[in-house]
């Protein structure tokens, strides 16, 4: 899947887990990578989601967050919460 954001900022947008042919894509691990600009010139740019967090674990590492659908994640490795 493709999306153009028309702007500098946060660009909405989800999946509704269909293949680009319109069927159900197969269950596996799928990512996501933005880019500025296009071809070989393009920038790599970091990418942000928004999950549900399902509940906080106390690790010897520290705080994790188990995130739905996207698994566990330490404390420092979120932005924002909210």
């Known amino acids: 899947m493709t999306v153009q954001a028309g702007a500098a900022g ?3 947008w989800q999946w509704d887990g269909l293949a680009e042919d ?5 269950a596996g691990r799928y990512s996501i990578r933005a ?3 296009g071809g070989e010139g393009g ?3 970091d990418v942000r989601l928004a999950a549900r967090v399902d509940s906080v674990s106390i690790e010897p590492s520290g705080l994790v967050l188990n995130l739905s659908g996207l698994g566990s994640h330490p ?5 924002r919460l909210g």
């Open 35 to 37: 880019t500025a600009g």
């Open 22 to 26: 319109g069927s159900p894509a197969p």
């Open 43 to 45: 920038e790599g740019l």
């Open 10 to 12: 946060a660009t909405a």
């Open 75 to 79: 404390l420092s490795a979120i932005r």
